[in-house]
């Protein structure tokens, strides 16, 4: 049983604020509303330039400690003396942390956090909860062994989708998970700029401007709907951090849609892009794990087109609230897009639809979700 005060240290290892570290934010809000007692436990090691400001304009308290990577590469004599000299530190700050806090409970946004941090977490006092947002892919023993040894030390284990959880279990990793999904995060209260409309149509891409989310195949299709005289435009938001990515870019300026489709990096709340355009667009070809800007979308009341990926065909009902295409079909995402070129009625009626579908997927009920895996009152 647990106090009726809990102390909640989150760990919260992640740089940039993507969709992890937006939910991991947002779980800290929930549990502050609710009456918890909430730290910050935060990357000290590169600086955060997203994650600092964002705690601070929600009032959220936070510390540093140095998280110093999962280990994937064999690092030289040199590197592996740092490391093991950040291991001792770090767990030792974390520790005193800890104590001074006088922790109850420990929220691990990753399990890479826990990784950097095991010993101390291992041998507090605190209850620990795992947030799983990404499919784990468990290979090497030793990592399977720090797995198992973590999730033995659990009090629970919280996935956001059912591919998360299903990925687990099918692992032999945690035989019961409970499954939580994310909500639209809480976003500091700030007045909103007003996106001018560009064309009839307009799409918007959300996310990391990378191979693996499709951005060239959207990119692609808008190009294709301009070539057949359609009046569209495409808003592309994320942050330009690859050379594939400028290159992406660099190409779309100079192509057939060159003063429809823009680009416009890192912002920090979405909303404004997403309000302004008629259609998002989801192109992902990697297996997601949630999909936290199909339920931003829907939240304001814009459909989706996805491809057929991971959760992200459990969010959207094809035809209903959006289109679900298969993966990497860049004919169908065509198709797809054009329907709503051609119907300036159909993503509005879709959009209603999107909104509607949260209460189906329990958003509303995300923080009592949360008050329960705590032991808190409802």
Same mark, same amino acid.
């Given at each position: 049983?647990?106090a ?9 290892g992640g740089?940039?604020?993507y969709g ?8 800290g809000c ?5 009456g918890a ?9 590169w ?9 601070? @304009?929600?009032q ?12 994937e590469r ?11 000299r ?28 826990a ?10 006092g605190?209850?620990?909860?795992l947030?799983v ?21 659990? @009090? ?5 989708s059912?591919?998360?959880?299903q990925?687990l279990?099918d ?30 149509t ?30 569209v @435009?495409c ?25 429809r ?8 709340d979405?909303r ?22 199909v339920?931003?979308a829907k939240?304001v ?5 996805v491809y ?30 054009r329907?709503?070129?051609?119907? @300036?009625?159909l993503?509005?009626?879709?959009g209603?639809?999107a909104?509607?579908s949260?209460?189906?997927?329990g958003?509303a ?14």
């Amino acid at each position: 049983m647990t106090a009726a005060r809990p102390r909640v240290l989150v760990v919260l290892g992640g740089i940039p604020l993507y969709g992890a570290e937006l939910a991991t934010i947002d779980v800290g809000c929930m549990l502050r509303e609710s009456g918890a007692e909430v730290l910050f436990a935060t990357n000290a090691h590169w600086g955060h330039v997203a994650v600092y400001p964002r705690l601070d @304009a929600l009032q959220l308290p936070h510390e540093g400690l140095v998280f110093f990577g999962s280990l994937e590469r064999r690092p030289g004599l040199r590197r592996l003396l740092v490391l093991l000299r950040l291991m001792v530190t770090e767990n030792l700050r974390l520790w005193r942390l800890l104590r001074r806090f006088e922790a109850t409970d420990v929220h691990l946004g990753s399990h890479w956090d826990a990784f950097n941090l095991w010993p101390a977490l291992r041998w507090s006092g605190a209850r620990l909860r795992l947030h799983v947002h990404n499919v784990p892919v468990v290979r090497q023993p030793l990592l399977r062994a720090f797995w198992r040894a973590l999730l033995r030390r659990c @009090a629970a284990v919280v996935a956001v989708s059912e591919p998360v959880a299903q990925a687990l279990r099918d692992q032999g990793l945690c035989a019961a998970p409970v499954v939580v999904p994310n909500r639209p995060p809480r976003r500091p209260a700030a007045a909103l700029p007003e996106v001018p409309r560009a064309a009839r149509t307009v799409f918007v891409f959300v996310g990391q401007v990378a191979p693996f989310k499709g951005v060239d195949h959207l990119v692609a299709a808008v190009e294709g709907l301009r070539a057949e005289g359609l009046d569209v @435009a495409c808003h592309v938001v994320g942050g330009i951090a690859s050379a594939w990515a400028e290159a992406l870019r660099q190409r779309a300026g100079e192509g057939p849609a060159a003063d429809r489709i823009q680009f416009h990096g890192y912002v920090d709340d979405p909303r404004p892009w997403l309000r302004g355009s008629d259609v998002l667009v989801v192109p992902s070809l990697a297996d997601e794990a949630f999909g936290m800007v199909v339920v931003e979308a829907k939240a304001v009341a814009r459909p989706a087109v996805v491809y057929a990926d991971g959760a992200l065909q459990l969010l959207v009902r094809d035809r209903v609230d959006g289109q679900v295409v298969p993966r990497g079909d860049m004919q169908a995402l065509h198709a797809a897009l054009r329907a709503y070129a051609l119907d @300036a009625s159909l993503a509005g009626r879709h959009g209603a639809a999107a909104e509607a579908s949260l209460d189906a997927l329990g958003i509303a009920q995300v923080p009592a979700r949360w008050r329960a895996l705590y032991g808190m009152a409802p």
